[in-house]
């Protein structure tokens, strides 16, 4: 008869780099589906901020709280992080894999046990902050380890689309009562950039004065202060308020 006895696995998992007695290492876990840039300020304002020797990427095989459909698969999410990262000190693994854990309180058991000489600091994305509470054994697992959430970068934002929000067609040579009424509604927010208003006032223009809208109860909001866009006629007025507003039936401005 012949006895086989394993060794668990967390017991001979390779280091992934040097290892020493009080080193200070970041743990970031994830799908890195894909591995981005809001990854890297995690990591590199981790590394900075909390003095930590390295920050291990631990990319998992399939993240319980995400579906199944559309990940890609585990070695290509591992050499597509691997050639983002730039930082000498950011290492790229998929370790879970070698552990066979499924959690993450099971890999940062695992990891514990064989690195015991290594003080680990979970990272966390501030987007992940809100569903921390769905983590298995999300209790124990912030007893076991300090956890620090970094606020990620904002995503990139399209630049805004400029749009007439209103032209009463009162742009040339009209009495000094315009037969068009100023009147128009703001039922959504916008944020308003320029008005334009034209002063006729018998051909002689007007000094630059104020602009603001009045609503239909009487409120006003503004006035801004305008400029003339033709200097010598002083009768096409602009102003730049760059405030939002909304919810508004302007009556007048």
């Known amino acids: 008869m012949k006895t086989v006895l394993h060794r668990p696995r967390a017991n001979w998992v390779r280091p992934p780099g040097p290892i020493a007695p009080g080193m200070r290492v970041g743990l970031l876990g994830g799908s890195f589906n894909p591995a981005h840039e809001g990854h890297l300020h995690v990591s590199e304002v981790a590394l900075k901020r909390l003095g930590l020797d390295f920050v291990w990427w631990l990319v998992t095989p399939q993240n319980p ?66 569903i921390f509470r769905r983590w298995h054994r999300w209790a124990e697992f912030a007893q076991r380890v300090p956890i620090a ?9 399209p630049p805004p689309v400029e749009i007439l929000l209103f032209d009463n067609k009162n742009k040339y040579r009209v009495s000094n009562n315009p037969p068009r009424s100023a009147e128009f509604n703001i039922s959504q927010a916008y944020y308003v ?61």
């Not at 691997?82 to 879970?96: A, F, Q, S």
């Not at 959430?149 to 934002?157: E, G, L």
Request: charged share 25%.
């Open 193 to 253: 950039t320029s008005v334009w208003d034209y002063h006729w006032n018998q051909g002689q223009g007007a000094t630059p004065g104020n602009i603001g809208f009045r609503r239909s109860d009487g409120q006003i909001y503004g006035p801004w202060e305008v400029t003339a866009a033709d200097r010598e006629s002083m009768q096409n007025w602009e102003c730049r308020p760059r405030v939002t507003i909304f919810g508004w039936d302007v009556y007048d401005s």
């Open 65 to 130: 709280l995400k579906p199944v459909a559309g990940m890609t698969p585990l070695q290509d999410r591992v050499r597509d992080a691997r050639k983002l990262v730039r930082h000498p000190r950011i290492v790229v693994l998929d370790i879970e894999h070698d552990f066979r854990t499924h959690y993450s309180f099971d890999t940062l058991r695992a990891l514990q046990k064989r690195f015991a000489q290594v003080q680990f600091v979970w990272l966390m994305g501030s987007d992940n902050l809100n």
């Open 149 to 157: 959430v970094i606020q990620r970068p904002p995503a990139p934002q």
